[in-house]
T-cell receptor, first 109, second 113 residues
Framework: GQQVMQIPQYQHVQEGEDFTTYCNSS?????IQWYKQRPGGHPVFLIQ???SGEVKKQKRLTFQFGEAKKNSSLHITATQTTDVGTYFC?????????WGAGTKLIIKP | DAGVIQSPRHEVTEMGQEVTLRCKPI?????LFWYRQTMMRGLELLIY????????DSGMPEDRFSAKMPNASFSTLKIQPSEPRDSAVYFC???????????FGPGTRLTVT
């Protein structure tokens, strides 16, 4: 069946370092969405990408959708403690949403 | 504007008991989703509704689980009888435009002993 693989599962960074998470789909997607879940919280919608090769920015966050619409990335520049949480991608395909397993961002003390 | 409302926020019950989780979607959102989240299995879609009609229930684990949406502002997820392996956080989400841009409720943490 359709799958969206997300890596890495965890990433430990020092505050101020960059963070990147990647998603790869087994099939072409109609769109990709990104969500953030803080510890003990619920997923919160961040952004949706629809076009091939699309790049969108939200302050220190940069989202990319691959040319083939099968992969995506989220990059955070100069992480802050408020960035801690799990970042999920979710691929839209055939009117379904296929969720990645999430990447947990951990800030080293 | 109020977000998605779920109740109860926490539920502790004994194995074999019936559990009912409730959700009020954002007004005007035609799509409603029920998810289950555990450490082992991550975030799983159980079922979703469009205009109160169940569209995809392929994620419902077994016959012990049932979901209803009697009107546009209310949905329930029922587990009968409950088992310890049902312990999880159950989220309800709603969307105005299908399985996109979903707005999640705070979740119900269910513990079955």
């Amino acid at each position: 069946g359709q799958q969206v693989m997300q890596i890495p599962q965890y990433q430990h960074v020092q505050e101020g370092e960059d963070f990147t998470t990647y998603c790869n789909s087994s099939t072409t997607l109609s769109n990709i969405q990104w969500y953030k879940q803080r510890p003990g919280g619920h997923p919160v919608f961040l952004i949706q990408l629809v076009k091939s090769g699309e790049v969108k920015k939200q302050k220190r966050l940069t989202f990319q959708f691959g040319e083939a619409k099968k992969n995506s990335s989220l990059h955070i520049t100069a992480t802050q403690t408020t960035d801690v949480g799990t970042y999920f991608c979710a691929g839209g395909s055939n009117y379904q949403l296929i969720w990645g397993a999430g990447t947990k961002l951990i800030i080293k003390p | 504007d109020a977000g998605v409302i779920q109740s109860p926020r926490h539920e502790v019950t004994e194995m074999g008991q019936e559990v009912t989780l409730r959700c009020k979607p954002i007004s005007g959102h035609d799509y409603l989703f029920w998810y289950r989240q555990t450490m082992m299995r991550g975030l799983e879609l159980l079922i979703y509704f469009n205009n109160n009609v169940p569209i995809d229930d392929s994620g419902m684990p077994e016959d012990r689980f049932s979901a209803k949406m009697p009107n546009a502002s209310f949905s329930t997820l029922k587990i009968q009888p409950s088992e310890p392996r049902d312990s999880a956080v159950y989220f309800c989400a709603s969307s105005p435009i299908g399985p996109h841009e979903q707005y999640f409720g705070p979740g119900t943490r269910l513990t079955v002993t």
